[in-house]
């Protein structure tokens, strides 16, 4: 980490000034094969919601559940459990679709961080209700993935049109481009995006 930070720095002015400002981003250590279930179920429960509405539902499937989230525990559960605890009908559906494949072995995370960044995303979007957003994600918080890019995520975009000072937020496509000279470290990159958008109205 230490040397990924060093290297971005010397790369680009901007990110000296925000590694200043908000320090390294947190060690990622990839999440157990045997917890990876429960870490995606909560990647989809985020879906398109504020972080605190997310936290408040996925507390209480986890409590559904006896904080045991499993896909048997899944594939257990009524819909009307699922649907008590705040999910909508797509999530759990999504949900209930992973654990039916895990459960199936068609879709395997157990040997999943095997696969490259690519691969992983083709595997799990086989699943209903998995984009390349939810895979991207998965790949950044539960296997550590170092170079992963979320151009389709709005605060990364702004974070990134913020702190470069562009006129415009930046296009998923445009991103991409923008992105390149940050390999291998664009994971990192992303988390200080975050940051930027966090921030405060008029900090520096």
């Given amino acids: 980490m230490r040397q990924a930070i060093a290297h971005l720095s010397s ?3 901007v990110l000296a000034d ?3 400002r908000h320090g390294p981003p947190p060690v990622r ?3 157990r094969a ?3 279930f429960e870490s995606l179920a909560e990647i989809i429960v985020y879906q398109q919601l504020a972080g605190r509405a997310a ?4 507390g209480r499937f986890v409590r559904a559940l006896d904080g045991v989230v499993t896909p048997e525990a899944v594939l257990s559960s009524s819909d009307q459990l ?3 605890c705040g999910l909508s009908r797509a999530k759990a559906a999504s949900i209930r679709d992973l654990a039916d494949q895990v459960a199936g072995r068609r879709i395997s995370l157990e040997r999943i961080g095997r696969l490259s960044d690519e691969e992983v995303v083709d595997h799990l979007t086989q699943v209903r209700g998995i984009g390349p957003w939810t895979a991207q994600m998965f790949l950044l918080g539960t296997l550590g993935r170092l170079d992963v890019w979320p151009t389709g995520d709005y605060g990364v975009r702004a974070g990134f049109g913020r702190a470069w000072d562009l006129e415009e937020t930046p296009t998923a496509k445009e991103l991409v481009e923008l992105g390149v000279p940050f390999r291998p470290y664009r994971s990192l990159v992303a988390w200080y995006c975050w940051r930027v958008v966090d921030e405060r109205p008029g900090a520096a």
């Fill in 11 to 13: 790369l680009d002015p």
């Fill in 18 to 20: 925000l590694v200043d």
């Fill in 29 to 31: 250590r990839p999440v």
């Fill in 34 to 36: 045997d917890r990876r």
């Fill in 55 to 58: 936290a408040t539902i996925h």
């Fill in 82 to 84: 699922l649907a008590s």
